[in-house]
């Protein structure tokens, strides 16, 4: 098996399995990818498209096609040297519904099930109507009404001899001490005996298991049957005579059946983010953690996985802990592991999002980050900064709302802490206050002012969390933490000012291990710290990429997962530090600019980042079509519909998004591109929480927002409209082109290892999911990479995506034939002068005898011959040119994508004469056509 040198995201479910990818092997082989990373391949629920709602960790996916499947598909890669990289998810599993057996063993046997300790529930905590019992707020409506319904069904399990109720896909287990309420309403003298039975072997597991196989031993009698039938039925909720028996029946299970309503209240375990159809894990706890990964580990030991990419990591409660003992056991089973451990290593990498400033902490025995804060640093230098005042200008002006990014993300933490979090911020709150009765000097302090003061703590907070344990707060968080503090302090009372810094203290600053072993005080400040550091993940992810990033657009392309919008553009110099911090910290940190959760497709936001070069020309535009779509609008409470906000994010999608072949009067193509807009018109408009929500869905204005939506691309009136925004597209399309060509270059030469989103080789125009997991076509993709052409010959039809898989192509092969250049290489940022210095980036990479040099334009559309070609004259670039160090000066360079150009021992190079012949630079001592170039 090869080294890892790049890898391929591929998304797998019922209808592309691992026997669908089999054919795809060959192809990413020789498109240079050595290594498959595939989405979660356990079982997740069934129908899943995305594989994180998982229900069994321990079994691979049998929508998938199984083990067996799997086995066949690592077999193929191994033909072609290639490894396996596998998505994980050691933080939650799918609960409710009936596939979870763990949830469902819980919800039958309550604290004596032995997953009870699995989950992150908090059987005792402050309600008194929930101790002992688990909330399951999965009912569509209020409790009462769906038991009046009679929509909660008894049933018994003849196989099992078992009783549950079921509610559409949901199944409630009965408590088996809890039968005798429905055996006795039977008159069969039998059944009374087994009712006696389960009461009495209530509290003993196995004697309680022992007596369901006696009772579906016992159901083979017709007459038997019968009575439990005549049992059941006296639990039919549909009948009023019925419903306060059913009722009675419920209460005394150990679980309470809610309305989905009440769970950002009420809810008593941790769920990832706001869904709670996802319940946390206690990853902390060994048997967990052994259980939940035996499957893996099993794979890893019989050379079936070859790296791990860890899901949601910061929902973890010690995710460095969690990080440095799966890094141990995985470096144990490689070392006696069926065919050896991997070439260079195995890795395993995080999804974590770093905020502006937060780098990635050392010492978790981790390989990197998935790439988000890549993909951030490569779209923010193909801003330019001078399109920043006038477009947020323009934003507020036009929808009233504020230019700063970091108000909308204050005002949104307040939201969800408040609205969709509430009940996880109320636990830290009760834990706080726990806490705080455990010391005479500090038992005084309110569960209202533990509230207030917290409250404001988390508004401010910049980072997604912080990494404090036993020993206090590690590393960078006392800065995170102070930062945040101080920004608090003018919103709190000058009365509850010394509460910031006892909430300091309870969080980290003081180190509980310092507190008596074995003591409350201890025991409840460990918890205060996790149930914290758990709340300000969801909370950051909510508040900025499903709320603040929908709410805020001066230009989309800087909104996206992993993204910073408050900071516009970043200069060169900035990239440059970034990559060599990489290269000397995480050379093997992942990079990517598509995941399989981006709200735009790489080259959609490629191609809007145009517009910050040409605001002026944009914002004409924009003001012009919202004067001929004027008559679209409708009127919701006396407001626009849609409001001027939404409408300026629709002209933006649709100049990020067009296909790039579609005319303004293709109705069939236009209908197909409307339906995809639609999809992603809801999710906005439900995102950002103003006119319309998940939770209360705002039906009249949503029609008035897909009416406008469907006039404005279908309706004949807005032809001359449509035409206008088709010419405007032409325009933005080559420089965005342009930049989708540099954002790729970049991701597969910087360091760390270049990660491609299915289909990306070829142009990338998808929306937010589900847009973005389409089905790709590989038919032309396949056709394509066996032309054995190279980047220049197709460089002029460059609109069928063509070009970018040969650049693509091209890079990767570079890097099959001097790995550890750029694995190993360092990271050498190079001097531009002259007339358009400033829109260059230029690097090498060198490593012992070997060297690339890499020359991309940074927003530089003012440069192109015209409006329809990626092509750079060598005089537009007068005497712009790269300085050579001496290390690099005694080299000979052969161009990459102009194979028949060498440049000779230079001390410079004219970046006019390098991108004559190609708009982008891949100067190399190795020509992958001919080998060394001779020095």
């Known amino acids: 098996m090869s080294r890892l040198r790049a890898t391929v995201r591929l998304q797998f479910h019922k209808d592309f399995t691992f026997d669908d990818a089999l054919p795809l092997v060959e192809y990413y082989a020789k498109l240079g990818i050595s290594h498959f990373y595939a989405s979660p391949i356990t079982t997740a629920r069934a129908g899943s498209v995305h594989g994180y709602d998982v229900v069994d960790p321990t079994r691979v996916n049998p929508e998938l096609g199984g083990e067996e499947a799997l086995r066949r598909l690592v077999a193929r890669l191994r033909e072609h040297g290639m490894g396996l990289i596998a998505d994980f998810v050691p933080n939650h599993t799918n609960v409710g519904g009936s596939e979870n057996a763990w949830w469902l063993d819980i919800l039958e046997w309550g604290r004596q099930s032995r997953y009870a300790g699995f989950y992150d529930i908090n059987w005792y905590g402050p309600d008194p109507d929930l101790q002992g019992q688990v909330l399951l707020p999965f009912l569509g409506d209020a409790y009462g009404n769906v038991l009046q319904a009679g929509e909660l069904k008894l049933v018994f399990d003849a ?166 003992k799966l890094r141990r056991r995985v470096d144990d089973l490689c070392a006696s592991r069926t065919g050896g451990a991997p070439e260079d290593g195995f890795p395993i990498y995080i999804e974590k999002i770093l905020a502006e400033g937060e780098q990635l902490r050392e010492g978790w025995g981790i390989d990197g980050t998935t790439g988000y804060e890549f993909m951030n640093e490569v779209s923010a230098v193909q801003h330019a900064a001078s399109g920043e005042a006038p477009l947020r200008r323009f934003w507020a002006e036009q929808t009233g709302r504020t230019e700063d990014f970091l108000e909308e993300v204050r005002e949104a933490r307040r939201l969800v802490l408040t609205g969709a979090l509430s009940s996880e911020f109320e636990s830290a709150v009760h834990t706080l206050h726990l806490l705080a009765q455990q010391d005479w000097r500090t038992r005084d302090t309110s569960q209202g002012a533990i509230r207030r003061v917290l409250l404001e703590l988390i508004v401010q907070f910049k980072v997604y969390r912080t990494y404090a344990g036993a020993a206090g707060f590690v590393g960078a968080d006392a800065q995170w933490f102070d930062t945040a503090l101080e920004a608090a302090r003018p919103h709190v009372s000058e009365a509850e000012q010394p509460l910031l810094e006892q909430l300091r203290a309870w969080l980290g600053g003081d180190a509980p291990r310092h507190k008596p072993v074995g003591s409350v005080a201890r025991r409840e400040q460990r918890r205060a710290i996790t149930k914290f550091q758990q709340l300000t993940s969801p909370i950051a992810a909510k508040a900025v990429e499903d709320t603040a990033c929908y709410r805020s657009a001066p230009l989309l392309s800087r909104n996206d997962v992993g993204f910073d919008p408050q900071h516009f553009a970043q200069p060169v110099s900035a990239f440059h530090q970034a990559s060599g911090w990489r290269a000397e910290h995480f050379p093997r940190n992942m990079l990517t600019t598509a995941t399989h959760d981006h709200k735009r497709g790489e080259d959609t936001r490629a191609r809007l980042a145009v517009v910050s070069e040409r605001p002026e020309a944009y914002i004409a535009q924009v003001n012009g079509w919202m004067d001929q779509a004027a008559p679209l609008r409708g009127q919701w409470n006396d407001a626009p519909a849609p409001t001027p906000g939404d409408e300026l994010m629709l002209y933006q999608t649709l100049l990020a998004s067009w296909p790039l072949q579609l005319q303004a009067d293709d109705q069939q193509g236009l209908q197909a591109y409307l339906e995809r807009l639609l999809q992603w018109q809801e999710k906005a408009l439900r995102e950002e929480k103003l006119e319309s929500d998940w939770w209360a869905p705002n039906g009249d204005y949503e029609a008035a927002c897909k009416a406008f939506l469907e006039g404005l691309l279908t309706d004949d009136k807005y032809l001359a409209l449509r035409r206008e925004i088709v010419a405007a597209v032409r325009e933005l399309a080559p420089a965005g082109a342009l930049n989708g060509l540099v954002q790729m270059l970049l991701r597969n030469t910087a360091p760390g290892v270049p990660d491609l989103y299915q289909g990306g080789e070829f142009w990338d125009f998808s929306l937010v999911e589900p847009d973005n997991r389409r089905a790709v076509d590989y038919a032309p993709r396949q056709q394509a990479l066996a032309k054995h052409t190279t980047a220049d010959a197709v460089l002029d039809t460059w609109q069928n995506g063509e070009i970018k898989q040969q650049v693509l192509a091209s890079v990767l092969q570079l890097r099959k034939l001097q790995p550890q250049l750029f694995t190993e290489g360092s990271y050498l940022p190079l001097s531009v002068a002259g007339a358009h210095a400033d829109q260059v980036l230029a690097f090498a990479r060198t490593w012992e005898q070997q060297a690339v040099i890499v020359i991309v334009p940074v927003h530089a559309s003012d440069l192109l011959e015209n409006s329809e070609t990626l092509r750079f004259s060598a005089a537009a670039w007068g005497d712009t040119r790269i300085k050579l160090p001496e290390t690099l000066s005694m080299y000979r360079f052969g161009e990459t994508f102009a194979p028949s150009s060498v440049h000779d021992q230079k001390k410079e190079l004219s970046v006019g004469e390098v991108l004559a012949r190609f708009p982008l630079g891949l100067l190399s001592t190795q020509d992958i056509t001919q080998g060394a170039v001779p020095q």
């Not at 088996?176 to 006696?196: K, N, V």
């Open 159 to 324: 196989e099992q001899g078992a009783f549950r109720v079921e509610y559409y896909a949901h199944h409630f287990p009965i408590n088996p001490g809890t039968y005798g309420q429905i055996l006795r309403e039977s008159d069969l003298p039998q059944l009374s005996l087994f009712a006696d039975a389960f009461s009495a072997r209530a509290k003993d597991l196995e004697e309680a298991r022992g007596a369901q196989r006696q009772l579906a031993d016992a159901a083979k009698d017709p007459a038997v049957a019968a009575a439990i039938d005549k049992a059941v039925a006296a639990f039919d909720g549909s009948q009023a005579a019925n419903q306060e028996r059913l009722h009675t029946l419920l209460e005394s299970q150990h679980y309470r059946l809610a309305s989905w309503r009440t769970a950002s209240d009420d809810i008593n375990w941790r769920r990832f983010f706001d869904i709670t159809e996802l319940g946390g894990l206690r990853m902390e706890r060994h048997e967990v953690f052994e259980e939940t990964h035996s499957l893996i580990f099993r794979l890893i030991s019989e050379g079936l996985l070859d790296g791990l990419r860890l899901d949601h990591i910061d929902g973890l409660a010690n995710p460095r802990a969690y990080c440095r």
